[in-house]
């Protein structure tokens, strides 16, 4: 199965280019983030019209996320259990935001995930994401307690960059959001929870980005961050077979400022042969026959 995730900036915008990446890239599952559409607006023909079906959540012209699927798609779910809520207005009851979209999909929990920018360090919604992201780190491990076989994929924009290797200048980020130690550790604490980053082994080092701002030239000069990642429990890591960033995505006229990220996975039926067959080779390693 090909597992990918894209924040789109605008679904109906871009929903061209996605349909033909989606023909000429034979992903199984794409979530899609920052829709910026209601459910009515949603271009879902365009998808069944390939062979994708679509689960959507969005309530205005911003956020919105979507998983469109040709191998299932199932128990959807338009919030984790214990997901915040946010309003401009702290006398207001907070309003859950259109960020999180889950669903079964060829026996696999896909998350569709758009983490909160956090804007300032000294802003409101940067207290948002940070609970944000505990909340999603405590359901999600609670996941794992519950199943530690689960196959669950955390995917999508987190908006943060993990280490100074996902930013072009460091430097340049130092007291802004995105790279902030609070970020950072709340990130490492998804990834301590029993979720791995599974692209990084097959993109390393500096310079490898998803996403570019479309001012002063960033994508030309190579000026990105890191910030869209798929993160797997263990059951799931084990399965991953290969991965990459696809750059090309980002160039031409009307391209989206993130790039797509996509993940191979083996069947899980070769997963537990390839362990099975490791599992026998130790035995008779330490048998010494």
Same mark, same amino acid.
């Given at each position: ?70 191998? $299932?798609?199932? *128990? &959807?779910?338009?919030? #984790?259990?214990?997901? %915040? @809520? ?6 207001? +009851? ?99 929870? $029993?979720?791995? *980053? &599974?692209?990084?082994? #097959?993109?390393?080092? %500096? @310079? ?6 479309? +001012? ?74």
């Amino acid at each position: 199965m090909r597992l990918a995730t894209w924040n789109v900036n605008s679904v109906r915008s871009r929903v061209d280019r996605i349909v033909d990446w989606l023909g000429r890239s034979d992903v199984d599952v794409l979530a899609i983030q920052e829709t910026k559409c209601k459910d009515e607006q949603f271009p879902y023909q365009r998808f069944a019209d390939i062979g994708y079906e679509v689960a959507h959540v969005g309530h205005s012209q911003w956020n919105g996320v979507a998983i469109a699927s040709r191998v $299932g798609l199932t *128990d &959807v779910r338009t919030e #984790f259990e214990h997901q %915040p @809520g946010f309003h401009k207005d702290p006398a207001e +009851t907070p309003v859950v935001e259109a960020r999180a979209l889950g669903a079964v999909c060829g026996g696999v929990r896909v998350w569709s995930l758009y983490v909160p920018n956090g804007r300032t360090l000294d802003d409101p919604h940067y207290r948002y994401k940070l609970d944000w992201l505990a909340a999603l780190r405590d359901d999600a491990r609670s996941w794992l307690d519950a199943d530690p076989q689960a196959q669950v994929a955390l995917v999508g924009d987190w908006n943060v960059a993990p280490t100074d290797d996902d930013v072009w200048d460091p430097a340049l980020f130092e007291g802004r959001t995105h790279t902030s130690p609070a970020e950072r550790a709340a990130f490492e604490a998804v990834v301590d929870a $029993g979720y791995a *980053d &599974v692209v990084r082994p #097959f993109t390393p080092g %500096p @310079g490898v980005y998803t996403y570019w701002d479309y +001012t002063q030239l960033r994508f030309p000069r190579r000026e990105g961050l890191r910030i869209d990642f798929v993160l797997a429990s263990p059951a799931l890591a084990a399965r991953v077979a290969g991965a990459e960033i696809d750059r090309q995505e980002r160039k031409g006229k009307g391209a989206s400022d993130h790039a797509p990220v996509v993940v191979d996975l083996s069947a899980a039926s070769e997963t537990r042969s390839a362990s099975a067959a490791s599992a026998t080779r130790s035995a008779s390693a330490a048998s010494g026959s």
